[in-house]
Structures are given as C-alpha cells and as structure tokens.
C-alpha cells in the first residue's frame, strides 16, 4: 500500500512502556465540578428503573464534530461491569480527542485535555502528535477504524487497562492547503494496524470519570491485523 494516513499512533511503538510504573498516587487535577454532585438523597431515592444520572454524566464534556470527509469509528459492546465501561467510553474519547485536534490544528485544544491527567505520558504524547501533524501541514481523511475493545483492572485503584485493534487501511494525510491525500511510506499492510493499550484512571473528584494516564502501541500485532 502506497498511500497511508500519518496517524496519531505512529509514535507508539517508540513509547516506553509505562502502563506499570504510571500507576502511582493521583496527580493534580482541575476542580471540575457537576451539577448535583453529592446530592446522595435524590439518588437514594431513584427507583432502579429510573437510574439517577451519575456525576460524570453532568459533567460540561467538550463537544467533538468532525468534517465529512473524516470518520473514526468505535465497534465494539460495552462491557457489563460499570467501571469498565466508563473508562472504555473515556479511552474512546481520549483517542478521538487527539483526531480532532488534528483536524482543528490545535495542539492545546481543550478536548484532548479533558481526557487525560495533567503532565502524564498520555499528555505528553497527545500534544505532541497534534503538533507534529501542524509543524507538516497535514490534517486527516478518510476512516479510521478501532475494534476488538478489552479492559482488565489495573494495579493500582481505581485503574483500568483498555487494549483494542485500529485498522489505519482507509484514512489518509490530508495537506491542509490543498485538500490533497498526502503519500506515505507503508508498503506492508500490516503496518496500518495496530494495538492500542491506553491505561486509564478514575478521577478521585468525580466518580465515573476516567483519564488517560499512558498509551502505548504495537505496529502489525497479530492480533489485529
């Protein structure tokens, strides 16, 4: 294959793996407060067909929109345990997060901020990938698919490992003044998929919230391709 996307996850196989070692105590995080938290009484009194809507649920999320000509998709279930779930839902924000500053252009954009832990890896690489796509010009079209979601508990509380599949065969660079797909260099098309771990952690303020605190990655694992 000729032509390729210039992904996000192009760093990961270089990323040291620190889905161990990151599991430390909570870093700083910002006050974020929702509507309602604390209010125990109502809950209490929600019946359990009329589940009370939980903190994270209230929370202001930032809103992502992407253009016509850019798709990333999530095909998997989610899982039955409740924690899973939501630190699946929010690994799935933190990846689409890093694709829409890409297509805004905008290393500090504050969607990708909302999904991690303040000057975590997972920061770091977020950032830095937004502005490797800005320094060369390049946004993204096409579909970028990821599939094959598992999540297992972490070392440390309140921590989960997400690991799922994404397939990079049908997005491409975009050179962001022309429109034009941009060509790449991967000829095996086992090169376009990868497995994707994010290790992500439950805020100790607001239950249900989860952010990513590392991610790392490996090119052509069987698994997914």
Known sequence: MNRRTLPAVTALATVTALLLTACGGESSEPDEKSPGAGKSSAEASASPSEKAPSAADQLDRPE???PSDFKITFDWQEPSDPDAAAALGDAENYIKAIHYGIIKQDPEDAAYKFY???FSQAHTYAKDQIQQYVDGGWSLMG???N??????KGDAARTRLVTFCQDESKAFGKDVETGEEVSGNANDPKD????ITVLMRESEKTDGYWRAVSIEGEQGAAECV
Do not use: N
């Not at 376009?192 to 497995?195: F, G, R, V």
């Open 192 to 195: 376009l998929h990868y497995s």
């Open 147 to 152: 599939t094959d979601a598992k999540v297992v």
């Open 116 to 118: 991690i832990e303040p």
């Open 64 to 66: 992502m929109k992407f």
């Open 143 to 145: 579909e970028l698919q």
